[in-house]
Structures are given as structure tokens and as C-alpha cells.
């Protein structure tokens, strides 16, 4: 048993997470702006170091989970202070704290970071050719990547970084900033329109199948590490609308069809190959059974009877 921490212990991933790794047997804290009602859960913003370091004087954790981000590439438009003061002065207190410290850390970085790269994205994909990340967001997890791989070299310290690439499931809520799936989800529950982007294909991988090989992890930790943790299936983004208005029962008359949309990669194919030697990653759940459990979830939630 190991105690942990999960930075973000509150949002969608990080909630997820941390009821694996309690089911696990570890004994699991979590910090994050919110307040909660868990006995384990401490408030905390990342991006002010005070609070970071009063955290981890505090409490001595073996690993750390950092979960905790803004998310999204939109969001990083609007909202762009937010974006770089949470992602990246954020993991530099983290990673500050764990020079002291020394508890090894999982750091949550994203398929964002292979920018338009096109071709089968293999971690060191960025080694053999020149990388462009196409927003905020991406290059904010691209530095962090740097800062990470700067204090391995300088001070020791130990990490393994993953690149999570489309993960759905319960506990996403919606808002305008986040994945397609929970937005065509919220948006069809409620007959309101939305949009949907022709010739893009994604990679969707459930959220529980995610969280499985997270908490392998520490299992058999690797100091320097880099995951993929994306599917091998890909599905066009019109064919998940139509599940979910199919699972509905409803039509496509509320969705607009465009072309794609600028600025975004059209193809992201992940190779998780490694994932799957080191972490037993698997993916479980297909979109077919995911979509409507994610749907059953959000009805719940949003206070849709039957």
C-alpha cells in the first residue's frame, strides 16, 4: 500500500483515478480548488506555490498523481492566464516540491503535444522530426514535458509522463471547453444544436480501461518514461453523434454538418504499443457499450427521468 496523491482528485480523470487506486488498497488523498466532503481531500490551488508547499510539509506521499489542468485548447484561447499560470507554474510548484521531497511523480501530458503531426505517433516522434504545437494548451503541455525532463537531469528526480489522448465516461461534466462526447451527449439531451466537424477521426478510450493502466503505474514504474494511452480503433466524429442519437432516439435535424475544423489535426493515430507491455493497457469498453453508459450517467446527473 502506498500513499498517494492525486493533484485534480476532484475533476474528471483524477475522481476516476482516485477510485481505483482506493480499490487498490492505497491509501489516496486528493487536492483541488474545490471543496469536498472526502476526509482525504485538501484545497488547493497548484498555480500558488504557499499552498503547494504547505500541502507536502504536511503530508509525505510516495507518488504523485498530477492530474490538475486547465483543459482544452479553446479554453486556452478564452481563458489563457488561467491556462499557463494552472499548467505550467502549477507543475513547476510540483515539481519544485518534489526535488525536496523526492516522491515520484505521474505527470498527465496529452496527445496535444504531437501538434500536426500526421503519421502514427510513437512517443519519440519529436526526437526524429520538427513539432508544432497548435495552441495554448498543447504548448503548455510540451513545456511541462521540458520542465520535467530538466529537473530528471539536474536534480534526480523521477517521473513517468502520459499522453492521454480521447478519454470519455461518467463524471465529465459538461461545459463548452470539453471533449466532443460529453457536449453532443449534453447537447442532444437538451434538443439544442451543435456542430459536427466531417473528415476528423479520433481514438476514444473509457475512462475506467484509462484509469486500469494509470494505477499499474507504480506497479512497475519506469523513471523517465513516456506513455501513449490511446486506442488502435478509429471512429469518424459524425459516427459518434449518430450513436448517441440513435441510443436517444432522436434525429440529426438540430446538428450542423461543416467541413473540418481549422487548427486540428484530422487524424490522430496513436501507437500505445508500450502501454500495453509495461502497464497491461487494454481497452475494455467499446464506444458502442461506453456511449450509453456515459449517457445513462449524464441523465442521472442533469435530472432527465425516464
Given at each position: 500500500?502506498?500513499?498517494?496523491l492525486v493533484t485534480g482528485g476532484l475533476g474528471f480523470i483524477g475522481s ?101 503531426y500526421d503519421g502514427v505517433m510513437t512517443e519519440d516522434v519529436m526526437d ?145 504499443s508500450k502501454a500495453k507491455r509495461d502497464l497491461g493497457f487494454k481497452l ?23
Open positions: 500500500m502506498a500513499k498517494i476516476n483515478l482516485v477510485k481505483e487506486l482506493r480499490k487498490r488498497g492505497h491509501d489516496v488523498w486528493l487536492c483541488d480548488l474545490r471543496h469536498s466532503e472526502d476526509p482525504k481531500s485538501i484545497r488547493c490551488d497548484v498555480s500558488v506555490f504557499r499552498q503547494v508547499e504547505r500541502l507536502f510539509e504536511e503530508h509525505d506521499f510516495e507518488y504523485v498523481y498530477h492530474a490538475a489542468a486547465e483543459y482544452g485548447r479553446w479554453n486556452g484561447e478564452a481563458y489563457y492566464e488561467n491556462l499557463w499560470m494552472t499548467n505550467v507554474v502549477g507543475t513547476k510548484n510540483i515539481i519544485r516540491m518534489q526535488e525536496k521531497k523526492r516522491f515520484r511523480m505521474i505527470f498527465f501530458s496529452s496527445a496535444e503535444v504531437y501538434g500536426d526524429k522530426v520538427p513539432i508544432k504545437q497548435m495552441n495554448d494548451y498543447a504548448m503548455t503541455k510540451w513545456v511541462n514535458e521540458m520542465q520535467i525532463l530538466n529537473s530528471a537531469a539536474m536534480y534526480g528526480t523521477e517521473t513517468v509522463r502520459v499522453r492521454l489522448f480521447n478519454v470519455y465516461g461518467p463524471g465529465e461534466h459538461y461545459n463548452p471547453y470539453r471533449g466532443v462526447i460529453p457536449i453532443f451527449i449534453y447537447k442532444a439531451l437538451h434538443d439544442e444544436p451543435y456542430t459536427v466537424y466531417l473528415g476528423h477521426k479520433r481514438t476514444f478510450e473509457y475512462v475506467e480501461d484509462i484509469c486500469r493502466a494509470l494505477g499499474n503505474i507504480i506497479d512497475n514504474f519506469k523513471p523517465g518514461e513516456v506513455y501513449n494511452l490511446g486506442g488502435d480503433k478509429q471512429y469518424e466524429i459524425k459516427y459518434v453523434s449518430d450513436l448517441i442519437l440513435k441510443y436517444l432516439g432522436k434525429d440529426d435535424s438540430k446538428v450542423t454538418y461543416k467541413e473540418a475544423e481549422p487548427f486540428t489535426t484530422r487524424i490522430k493515430t496513436p501507437d500505445s475494455t469498453v467499446p464506444l458502442e457499450e461506453g456511449i450509453p453508459k456515459t449517457i445513462e450517467w449524464f441523465k442521472k446527473v442533469y435530472g432527465f427521468k425516464e
